[in-house]
């Protein structure tokens, strides 16, 4: 193996051999956990957190962090319903609830770029004012009934083995793929990666800093209003207090894929088997179901403690350590 | 020469907090009559200045421990995790009938050792740090409800009990317990060259050990602080009411104390802090928390002047900022 | 490399916890035969919400049955998953804590679909009610109206009165407001003269009537709180001030915990309204209809009582939580 191959690939194969093991760990304890019914929930359960870890990934590439992402998420639920309610049609609703969250996301990388302001506070304040409006908008939780609507959250393909692939899966899917392109195949993607590589190096290089950075957090602040699109096609309505600490679960799923918060390292590819790993250990513990609450959380971090150690040891004893 | 304008850059970036809070303050003296006034109940000093000093005790305990970690470049999430850690091993140990001393120890000890835990994943297994604490504070939330049995537990302890509402004298003892582990820890860091190397080690860390510096050793010391801090900022919360609550203690006192560390001008990407400007962030955020209930305000939207103020006291610390600002109101006097 | 060899030695103990942590249903499991019954629970954020949890767990104990217990930790979307999960692993029937009222449409047909009953416990949901078995709930409204008839009757329909509200957004919160306000509205002499959150629990409790005290404190006659943790926290911030809540500050409050009657027997709270969350025995009464084929009401809504200084002392003894 080469170096280049190593560095690209490695994190990826190790994070893709973790969550076998962990498949097949689940699949031998519990009878039924390895069919395609269940890998499908996976899906569906954890498409909105996919969707924001697949904007966070590119925020973390470009050596960012955006923590607004779960309450904007609630605020673009919450929006959407409203929205509807008042008599808009679904579509149109949707593309205005996508416009906001692309505005409040490129609002916020305009803050972070122009005043060189630290990104975790301006997002930890984009957090608190998404809070703020969610509930502006609506103190309580509102079912969405239009026709059309239910018609979209209602499609899903069956797949062998009767497992529904959703609407939001879908989205989630094909989101993926275009995520995956966008960072390996087009300009933008590569000058994320430069950027967050190291940002005097991209200066030099004439790399456009200044919209290669805003676009990064319009493209986070896009993917909430999208999860939050596929938070409402899963629950038919828009509810204010969802979303709590999602953006610390996002930023996990990003991290145990592989992604590095000082930037510059890290795939789509590798966020998306992050997400479906958090996903696994949360099903597993379900077909569990023999522990009380405080030995839940318990086993919870023990679990993503012990994958991401894994994960660790494997990618360290593959790559040659330039600190050891 | 760059130890020199690092300093007076810390020096200046501390002082907008406290311009922030002295703003409020104002607001506050001519919108909110009253708001200043002081009483004497049963010989203590009752008022809202006091009520602000002894809420936010537990943010700026918090907060010492996090403007360390945070000046290593890392974060801690797990603060609030063990603040119910230690104020349910505190309560379960009282209620068995131990001593304050052995009771005090143990908690500490609990923070300690979830610090230390965090420290050794960040230093020796190089986790990083926000995914390393995220899974303590998960984690550690099941601790607390374990050792406390799920449910809330009393305080019966009575040296503990005067820890969160004793006097001495006039004044309230938690902030006097707050404002003494700041400046016993601000001593050690100004007066020793642990201050020196808790920055060297978060400025460049490949550079810190070339030089002899043991950074993955003072990292682990330094969560280990941490996860002190935040047991006695536990043990404080919790005699206060008089009740360990495992899963309610702490709770989001993670955002707080960033928010007061950050606030105050230590910076995220390490290398430089300020423990002064942590308590002018701690003081700031529980003013403005009072701020808003003494206003009136709808509960539901007080995030919103919560996310003003963070940007507002961003703006202002921004050089970029004020050169641009200063640049409009010298355009027009040019022209 | 000498990093790498002791990260891999500190990985094999974790991995075997990990695998220790999974391997936990072997021994915990029931002798077969019992019915398989999830819970989605939604979190465990009160000490009411324990109790309930307590409640349905020794009650799937005493019966034989064999529980699969999810804790939402507060989060709908864990909800949903963890009823998905249940549903693939084909249990009998669910029990159902719902978080918010919104959002069980599909899940709940999907578990209609799969011939799988769902027993809804302390909230109802906003969907079709031929999706569901039954609800066996309290009606939040109804505690809010007689938590302030009660105060109504004891101060003569005189009374300035601070608020303190749950978490924004919350169910409970916004039903207890709305049924003490139907109430209190239609009482010219009576007047919410504040109304903040406490956030469900003690501590903010506490901050937030310190904070209110020294602005309205000398007007204030009474407290009405919707949970009994916040009000407890209330009480000690008047007794900082220098009041005498139970005597010149009514202190009522919803849910009646434990705590709460200690503090009526020590005269400090006047009156609590029972949420009551032992709903174990009604809920497995209900599961084993649903799967004996009997048909239940759509809803069975639990009695809540109102308890105040003058019986607390002979109560305190039988009370579970």
Redesign the interface.
């Known amino acids: 193996m080469n170096l280049a191959f190593r560095q690209r690939w490695l994190p990826t194969l190790v994070t893709a051999a973790v969550l076998l093991l962990l498949l097949a ?2 699949g031998a ?2 009878p ?1 956990f390895l ?1 395609p ?2 890998f499908a ?1 996976i899906l ?3 498409a ?2 996919g969707i924001l870890a697949l904007g966070m990934t590119f925020v973390i590439l470009s050596g960012g962090i955006d923590l607004s992402v779960g309450t904007l998420l609630a605020f673009s639920t919450i929006l959407l319903a409203r929205a509807i309610e008042a008599g808009l049609h679904p579509l149109p609703a949707a593309f205005a609830v996508a416009a906001v969250g692309t505005f409040f996301g490129a609002g916020q990388g305009l ?1 972070i770029h ?5 990104p ?3 997002t ?6 998404a ?3 969610a ?2 908008v609506s ?5 969405i009934s239009h026709p059309h609507f239910d018609a979209a ?2 499609f899903r393909i069956l797949v062998p083995g009767r497992a529904p692939l959703t609407t939001a899966t879908w989205m989630f899917l094909v989101l993926l793929a275009a995520g995956i392109l966008l960072a390996r195949r087009t300009r933008f993607g590569r000058n994320v990666y430069a950027l967050g590589g190291s940002e005097d190096t991209a200066l030099l290089m004439g790399l456009p800093i200044a919209r290669t950075r805003v676009t990064v957090y319009a493209l986070s602040g896009l993917c909430a209003a999208l999860a939050g699109l596929a ?1 409402t096609l ?9 979303g ?3 953006e ?1 679960d996002a ?2 799923c990003a ?2 894929g592989g992604t ?2 000082t930037g510059g390292v890290g795939s789509v590819f590798g966020t998306f088997l992050g997400v479906l790993i958090f ?1 696994s250990i ?29 994960q ?2 494997l990618s ?2 593959g790559s040659p ?1 330039p ?2 | 020469m760059m130890a020199c304008r690092t300093s007076s850059a810390v020096a200046r970036s501390w002082l907008w907090p406290l311009a922030g809070l002295l703003l409020l303050l104002a607001f506050n003296g001519i919108f909110a009559p009253g708001f200043f006034r002081l009483a004497f109940v049963e010989g203590r000093l009752v008022g809202n200045p006091v009520h602000i000093a002894v809420q936010s005790s537990k943010i700026i305990l918090v907060a010492i421990g996090m403007t360390l970690v945070i000046a290593t470049k890392g974060v801690d999430l797990s603060v609030g995790s063990v603040m119910a850690i230690s104020g349910s091993t505190a309560a379960v140990l009282a209620a068995a009938g131990a001593s304050f001393p052995s009771l005090f120890a143990a908690s500490l000890a609990a923070g300690a050792a979830v610090g230390l835990t965090n420290g050794l994943l960040v230093a020796g297994l190089r986790i990083q740090p926000i995914v390393a604490t995220l899974i303590f504070m998960v984690l550690g939330r099941g601790v607390a409800m374990l050792i406390a049995g799920g449910q809330p537990r009393p305080i019966q302890n009575e040296t503990l009990l005067f820890l969160g509402s004793g006097h001495f004298w006039i004044l309230p003892l938690p902030p006097l317990l707050a404002l003494a582990a700041l400046l016993a820890t601000a001593a050690v860091v100004r007066f020793t060259p642990l201050g020196l190397f808790i920055a060297a080690a978060g400025s460049n860390e490949t550079a810190a050990r070339l030089a002899g510096l043991p950074a993955a050793r003072i990292k682990a010391l330094v969560y280990t602080f941490s996860g002190i801090a935040a047991a006695c900022a536990g043990l404080i919360a919790a005699a206060r009411v008089e009740t360990a609550d495992p899963s309610r203690l702490g709770e989001l006192v993670e955002l707080d104390a960033i928010f007061a560390v950050v606030v105050g001008g230590t910076a995220l990407t390490g290398g430089r802090f300020s423990l002064a400007g942590s308590l002018a962030g701690a003081l700031l955020i529980q003013t403005l928390t009072l701020t808003m209930i003494n206003q009136g305000m709808p509960p539901e939207i007080t995030p919103v002047p919560k996310a003003l103020v963070i940007v507002a006291v961003c703006l202002l610390q921004s050089g970029e900022f004020r050169k641009r600002a200063a640049g409009l109101f010298r355009r027009p006097a040019a022209a | 490399m000498r990093i790498s060899s002791r990260t891999a030695l500190l990985a094999l103990p974790l991995a075997s916890l990990a695998s220790a942590a999974l391997l936990l249903p072997a021994c915990d499991r029931h002798a077969a035969g019992g019915h398989v019954v999830g819970f989605a629970q939604a979190g465990a954020e009160s000490s009411w919400r324990v109790a309930e949890t307590q409640s349905i767990r020794n009650e799937a104990a005493a019966r034989g049955i064999d529980l699969k217990f999810s804790d939402a930790q507060g989060k709908q979307e864990n909800q949903l998953a963890a009823i998905r999960n249940f549903i693939s692993q084909g249990v009998e029937a669910i029990i159902l804590a719902p978080i918010v009222e919104t959002g069980w449409e599909d899940v709940l047909r999907e578990a209609k679909d799969a011939g799988i009953p769902v027993i809804l416990v302390d909230r109802g949901v906003a969907a079709d009610p031929s999706l569901y078995t039954t609800l066996i709930a309290s009606d939040f409204v109804a505690e809010g109206r007689m938590a302030a008839e009660w105060l109504r009757e004891k101060t003569g329909g005189r009374a300035k009165i601070i608020e303190l509200q749950g978490t924004p957004g919350a169910a409970p919160a916004i039903d207890r407001k709305k049924g003490f306000e139907e109430v209190i509205n239609a009482e010219p002499g009576m007047e919410i003269i504040a109304s903040q959150s406490g956030d469900f629990n003690i501590e903010r409790g506490k901050e937030v009537m310190e904070a209110l005290l020294t602005q309205y404190g000398g007007q204030l006659t009474a407290v009405y709180s919707h949970n009994d943790d916040m009000a407890l926290g209330a009480i000690q911030a008047l007794q900082a001030a220098g009041r005498k809540p139970g005597e010149e500050v009514l202190v009522v409050s919803i849910d009646g915990v434990r705590a709460a009657f200690e503090a009526m027997v020590a005269g400090t709270l006047n009156c609590t309204v029972e949420c009551n969350p032992l709903l174990g025995p009604m809920a497995f009464d209900a599961v084993e209809k649903a799967l004996a084929g009997e048909t239940l009401p759509k809803k069975i809504v639990v009695e809540d009582k109102v308890f105040d200084q003058s019986v607390a002392a002979e109560v305190i003894g039988s009370r579970k939580y």
């Open positions: 760990a689940a304890l519990y039924g069919r019914l269940v929930n569906r359960n954890n909105y957190l803050l122009s005043f060189r302001l630290p975790f506070l301006v930890l304040a984009g957090m608190f004012l809070k703020g409006l509930f502006a103190l309580q939780s509102l079912t959250a209602s938070m899963n629950t038919r309505s828009g509810n204010p207090a969802i709590l600490g999602m610390l930023i996990a991290v145990i590095l918060l996903g949360k099903t597993a513990l379900d077909f569990h179901g023999g522990l009380d609450s405080s030995w839940l959380r318990i086993a919870m971090g023990i679990l993503l403690l012990a994958f991401i150690v894994l660790r040891a360290r004893s350590n600190n050891s």
